[in-house]
């Protein structure tokens, strides 16, 4: 099994994240889900996979997600998944499918436990937040 990316390449976590997929050695299959759009079956899968809720996966920034009234607690699961089918950006990412199980990447460092193997580092985020230090371990924080 491939590791799968549903990206954004507008996303700076969505870059970060699949730079260090790539860095380890994998050729993942990018879904570049704003072109793409999603299935209802399709976000239903990836959710109950990655242990998300509708709300748990919603993009509350940088989306329409205040404008369409979709912040408010009340807004039902169904409401969200037909939101995000009509605006697939509302959608938080990346998500990502690997042998090792299915996560929302946020922050980057996620998808490092779905990686058979680390990057051989340094490697920094595009922000130059460590990622992996000289000796191929994760950084560490602060």
């Known amino acids: 099994m491939s590791i799968v990316i549903h990206h954004n390449p507008d996303c700076g976590t969505s870059r970060n994240v699949l730079a260090l997929i790539e860095a380890s050695g994998e050729t993942p299959i990018v879904i570049d889900y704003l072109q793409t759009g999603w299935t ?3 976000l239903l899968a990836l959710f109950a996979a990655a242990d998300l809720t509708p709300r748990s996966a919603l993009r ?3 989306s329409p997600a205040e404008e369409l009234g979709l912040l408010d607690p009340s807004v039902g699961d169904e409401t969200l998944l037909a939101a995000m089918l009509e605006h697939p950006v509302l959608v938080n990412r990346p998500i ?3 042998p090792r199980g299915v996560r929302l990447c946020r922050p980057s460092e996620a998808v490092l436990g779905l990686l058979d193997r680390l990057p051989p580092g340094p490697m920094v985020k595009e922000d130059d937040t460590p990622l992996i230090d000289d000796k191929g371990c994760r ?3 602060g």
């Open 40 to 42: 209802r079956p399709q």
């Open 60 to 62: 509350t920034t940088k």
């Open 96 to 98: 990502v499918c690997s």
């Open 139 to 141: 950084a560490k924080e």
